[in-house]
């Protein structure tokens, strides 16, 4: 392509990507004026345009215009000077005439369409629906009273994606079902032929990258910026990394801005991620931000009966009941204690009784290796964000005590250590503060949905140290 070409195809795609505001304002009527080896020269309608261009929006233009001509290019800004006509026409008298007797005068004018409706995208095929879980539809996911309001709301955006809920944040503890409401919000869209994509974060993170090193950037964009649907998952940890909160805060304007939907999920509400950019954080709570909760008792019983029923398995309803009783408020632990059942039965031709099934969950909840003190201190620490010398402080403000209680507890479950050894470990409480916090995390673990999601959080990272 020759310079004009290439400054035409950077000029619709900076349309496609300012706000229309932006855009309008300083860029609408911009033509190439010269090139100057890597200097491109632009010329646009006043002083007021240069200096918009110049300071404000030059890294825009000038990323957007090296990504088309597959190079670094630096820019110019210059008023373009339109030529004064040498003598008068017919449209000069037009123009000279009274307001009123002029517009009399025109012919019906239509109105135009706008840019982004003239440019024909390709024809791309269907997305491969090997990203997504099978299992992960609306009809599999049981919500229960407590996260009834999270389903409707996901089955609304499913069914018009774009509208209402734009964008649709769910966030939660680990394993309660944010990624089957993302899947099956995705799973809806594509039946009805509708581009979706749903990538964990760190994929999307992993495409930057490989976009920047192979220097196919505008194909990366062009990917996420085409779709009709955006799914994200764990977007927290997009936070603290510069390049993909900038990319990902373009390709969120660009959807949101032609009414593309957009749904993320996350571990904590937006207004907790601290180390996310403001501008991210207020765009995350301008749509409806919503917390699904862990299952109740009935829930999680419902929850065992269909899978039962899925692998042709009999349970008695005192098993289900026993298993949703004893089990953690957590689906994911919840689906690995019925998968050891299901394997025992399968496995042993075992009948599951009350007492095998209280063993199996023993079994269950049991660490496959010993936990130290030390460990413990430093998983709930870093969690909290706190240090190891704070929980064993003499600090007793509210997060440091709730954290350190917490500690205490856990330390108390996966570990050998006495209550002796445990104040000990925590700048020489005694055994009966030790014992004291103990209960308390108990009692907050069954009037706090938040609380025992945290709880439940830290134990499963207790579990997968190595």
């Not at 064993?392 to 250590?417: C, D, H, S, V, W």
Request: charged content about 25%; hydrophobic content about 40%.
């Amino acid at each position: 392509m020759n310079a004009q070409e290439l400054w035409k195809t950077a000029y619709h795609q900076l349309e496609l990507q300012l706000d229309r505001a932006s855009f309008e304002t300083w860029l609408r009527g911009a033509s190439l004026l010269a090139v100057d080896g890597d200097v491109f020269v632009i010329g646009v309608r006043n002083d007021y345009a240069r200096e918009m261009l110049q300071h404000r929006l030059y890294r825009n233009v000038r990323r957007v215009l090296s990504d088309v001509t597959g190079r670094p290019v630096e820019l110019r800004f210059e008023v373009n000077k339109a030529p004064v006509p040498q003598m008068a026409t017919k449209e000069d008298a037009l123009v000279q005439m009274p307001l009123f007797q002029f517009m009399a005068r025109q012919e019906p004018i239509e109105t135009p369409v706008p840019l982004h409706q003239q440019i024909l995208r390709p024809e791309r095929a269907p997305l491969p629906d090997s990203d997504l879980n099978g299992k992960y539809t609306f009809e599999r996911f049981i919500p229960g009273n407590e996260n009834q309001m999270v389903f409707a709301a996901a089955q609304a955006v499913a069914d018009m994606p774009g509208g209402t809920y734009n964008p649709f944040f769910i966030y939660g503890g680990v394993g309660l079902g944010k990624t089957h409401l993302l899947q099956a919000i995705a799973h809806r869209c594509r039946m009805r032929n509708q581009r979706a994509i749903y990538v964990p974060s760190e994929v999307f993170i992993n495409d930057l990258v490989d976009a920047i090193r192979q220097k196919t950037t505008a194909m990366f964009r062009d990917k996420y910026r085409s779709c009709d649907v955006l799914l994200v998952d764990d977007i927290q940890f997009i936070a603290g990394k510069e390049s993909s909160q900038e990319e990902f805060f373009h390709t969120f304007n660009a959807l949101y801005t032609f009414n593309k939907q957009v749904v993320l999920a996350s571990d904590r509400p937006p207004r907790d991620l601290q180390t996310l950019e403001a501008r991210l954080r207020s765009r995350f709570e301008g749509g409806l931000v919503i917390d699904i909760q862990a299952p109740e008792l009935e829930t999680r019983t419902a929850i065992l009966y269909q899978w039962a029923k899925e692998s042709n398995v009999s349970l008695q309803p005192s098993t289900c009941e026993m298993i949703a009783s004893k089990a953690r408020t957590n689906v994911r632990e919840l689906e690995g204690i019925f998968n050891q059942i299901v394997a025992t039965i399968r496995l042993s031709g075992s009948t599951i009784t009350p007492m095998l099934t209280d063993d199996i969950l023993d079994g269950y909840r049991r660490p496959r290796h010993r936990v130290t003190l030390k460990q413990v201190l430093e998983t709930v620490a870093g969690y909290h964000g706190l240090s190891i010398e704070d929980l064993a402080g003499p600090k007793r403000n509210g997060p440091i005590n709730q954290a350190r209680q917490i500690a205490m507890f856990l330390a108390r479950e996966y570990t050998t250590a006495s209550l002796p050894q445990i104040g000990d470990a925590f700048g020489g409480r005694r055994h009966s503060t030790v014992l004291h916090s103990c209960s308390k995390v108990e009692e907050e673990i069954q009037t706090s949905d938040a609380y025992a999601g945290v709880v439940n959080y830290l134990r499963e990272r207790l579990v997968k140290l190595k």
